[in-house]
Every structure is written in structure tokens, then in C-alpha cells.
């Protein structure tokens, strides 16, 4: 196949296919790669291929008040890892992997082991979680 027929597949993997961005890119790639290293042909860039277009997703964000509503449902452990993950700004495996030795009271801090990316950080221990920790 020449750039012609590779521009035409991909653009039908588009329009007719109605694949995802990330699928076509994937499909675009793995071509590249069959012409450059296994059959030693240069393919020139693909303009004219359309593109799938990602969809644009707004993040779904609680008001203070929706969140408040969700806290006072709640007791027990299930409110402190609630509180951990609003308050914190922890990540739900983060909190649940959260030791004792990781919370500095003292310092209203948390040390979040091997977080995103295998690294460390702190994030803040609010002052209502110190509250909710005292009534336990």
C-alpha cells in the first residue's frame, strides 16, 4: 500500500470505523513502525488523514454543599477516608494504604507513600479529620 491507501484506512477507521482517537493513533503508529523498521520504506507524514476527535469531558466536581451532604451520611472509618480523600486531596488507594506512622498530627501533615509514579509527598491533614480522628 502507498501513503494514498494508509491515508485512506485511517481516515475510514475515522469517519466510517468511528473509533477513538487513541485507537486510530495506535493504528497509525503500528504502520509507521511496519514501514520504517520491517519493510524499510519511508512513508511520508500522513496530513491528509482526518482525525478522530477526542471527546471534550467536563470533570464531575461536588459543590461544598453536595459534599457536606455526603460527610454527614457517613461514620466511622468510611467518614475518615471520605475526609481523607476530600480534605487530603488523597486518592483512594493513597488513603487506604495510609499507615499510622504516615500522619503527623503535630505538624498537620500526611506522608503519602509511593504515590503517583512510585513517588513520595505530603499533602496537608486538615483540621477536621484531627477532630473526627479524636472521636474514633
Not at 509514579?117 to 479524636?134: A, H, N, Q, W, Y
Amino acid at each position: 500500500m502507498a501513503a494514498q491507501e494508509v491515508e485512506a484506512f485511517l481516515t475510514h477507521l475515522a469517519v466510517a470505523g468511528k473509533v477513538s482517537a487513541s485507537t486510530q493513533n495506535q493504528a497509525k503508529s503500528a504502520l509507521l513502525f511496519l514501514y520504517r523498521e520491517v519493510l524499510e520504506i519511508k512513508l511520508p507524514w500522513l496530513d491528509n488523514v482526518t482525525q478522530t476527535k477526542a471527546p471534550k469531558k467536563l470533570p464531575v466536581v461536588l459543590t461544598v454543599s453536595e459534599v457536606q451532604a455526603v460527610l454527614s451520611r457517613l461514620t466511622g472509618s468510611h467518614l475518615l477516608i471520605a475526609s481523607l480523600l476530600y480534605g487530603g486531596g488523597m486518592r483512594l488507594m493513597e488513603a487506604m494504604r495510609l499507615r499510622v506512622k504516615d500522619v503527623e498530627f503535630a505538624r498537620h501533615e500526611i506522608i503519602v507513600r509511593e504515590s503517583k509514579g512510585f513517588k513520595d509527598r505530603g499533602t496537608m491533614l486538615p483540621e477536621s479529620i484531627v477532630v473526627t480522628c479524636m472521636h474514633i
